[in-house]
């Protein structure tokens, strides 16, 4: 019983020793870390390679309005708009084809239908886009009126 008791002691005190040793590791690599980071912001090759710079949001909504008033130009091109226009028409003629054949094959068909669907709802997405444009014209070329 003495026996145990001595070993039970021994391992309570090697057990100490061990989490008392984990601690300062733990404290050292929170220092290390403390340390490198300070080291990145000094202004070497990565400084504020973790702090990154705040957008302005003046600067996105600019940015935006930009991107959205280039898109409408270039989805009122009427060049743009002939090509879809070709495109639906071969992929219509090339699924009635399909259909013509003694076998259609129907992974072709699908696949084929599911283009046409992308093209034609693209189509329609940018004629919108074309209409809500004149409208706006119309609407400020009236102001300019008055």
Known sequence: MENMDSRMQAFEESTGVNISEIEENE?????????IEKDRN??????????GKPIKK???????KKIKELTKK??????RRN?????????????VDSFITSTPDWRKVAFLGVILVGLVTQFI??????????????????????
């Open 27 to 35: 404290n050292e690599l929170a220092a290390f870390e403390d340390q």
């Open 125 to 146: 997405y940018e004629q919108k886009m074309l209409s809500e444009k004149e409208i706006a014209e119309e609407k400020k070329t009236e102001e300019e009126r008055r």
């Open 74 to 79: 270039s989805a009122g091109s009427e060049i």
């Open 83 to 95: 090509i879809y226009l070709v495109l639906i028409g071969l992929l219509l003629i090339e699924i």
């Open 58 to 64: 003046l600067d996105a909504t600019e940015e935006i």
């Open 42 to 51: 000094e202004g070497l090759f990565f400084k504020n390679l973790t702090q």
